[in-house]
């Protein structure tokens, strides 16, 4: 199968300050990795798609000055939430996928960001 | 807009019995349809994907779609307490440009009844 690890699995920060996921996909190559959102009790919500080697594109409504993606390698994409606030505490998830848009994503575990 | 409809629940079906999940899109160019199932606190894990009309078969599940009419299921037979879950219908459009993940459903909350 494919593994997709996603670290940490929870932080806690304190506002103003900048939190770093990492996201890995550890047996294959990605081509193409995902950031989602989920707030408690609602849907998956897609921040943006990100390519290895150009920018990430982000859905309407998600600040890509506040959250910065980086996808520098095939088998690394970084989200860092900068300047966090407790509006920002959620469950952040990514998901890897390693050929055509037609093929499967693999999910991470998710990230449990808590902002105080 | 892309919108993905489920009915949150909880349904509840007795062990045994047969569990069936709808989902309805509004985008009619989606292509591809999944289905996953989410623990509290936990990822998104595929159960079902499925392509074209028609059903798709997967042991104990089976994914019905109707582009027509815009309609995914699942059906789980057999229902085990261990299938109590959020199931999450989602939708994936080929737009071509940069952005091409998934339009989740809220999900709908399953309990199987011991």
């Known amino acids: 199968g494919a593994v997709v690890s996603q670290h940490p699995s929870r932080v806690i920060c304190k506002s103003g300050t900048s939190v770093k996921i990492e996201c890995r996909s550890l047996?294959?190559?990605?081509?193409?990795m995902f950031w989602y959102r989920q707030f408690p009790k609602q849907s998956l919500m897609l921040m943006a798609t990100?390519?290895?080697?150009?920018?990430?594109?982000?859905e309407q409504g998600v600040e890509k000055d506040k959250f910065l993606i980086n996808h520098a390698s095939l088998t690394l994409s970084t989200l860092t939430v900068t300047s966090a606030h407790p509006e920002d505490s959620s469950f952040y998830i990514c998901?890897?996928?390693?050929?055509?848009?037609?093929?499967?994503?693999?999910f991470g575990q998710g990230t449990r960001l808590t902002v105080v | 807009q892309k919108e993905v409809e489920q009915n949150s629940g909880p349904l509840s079906v007795p062990e045994g019995a047969i569990a069936s999940l709808n989902c309805t899109y509004s985008?009619?160019?989606?292509?591809?349809f999944f289905w996953y199932r989410q623990y509290s606190g936990k990822s998104p894990e595929l159960i079902m994907s499925?392509?074209?009309?028609g059903d798709k078969e997967d042991g104990r599940f089976t994914a019905q779609l109707n582009k027509a009419s815009q309609y995914v299921s699942l059906l789980i037979r057999d229902s085990q307490p261990s299938d109590s879950a959020t199931y999450l219908c989602?939708?994936?459009?080929?737009?071509?440009?940069?952005?091409?993940?998934?339009?989740f459903g809220k999900g709908t909350h399953l309990i199987i009844q011991p």
């Open positions: 499925i392509y074209s009309n």
């Open positions: 047996d294959f190559q990605a081509t193409t």
């Open positions: 989602a939708v994936k459009v080929y737009s071509g440009g940069g952005a091409d993940g998934l339009t």
């Open positions: 985008d009619r160019v989606s292509q591809s």
């Open positions: 998901s890897a996928r390693k050929g055509a848009p037609n093929t499967e994503a693999f």
């Open positions: 990100s390519n290895e080697g150009s920018k990430a594109t982000y």
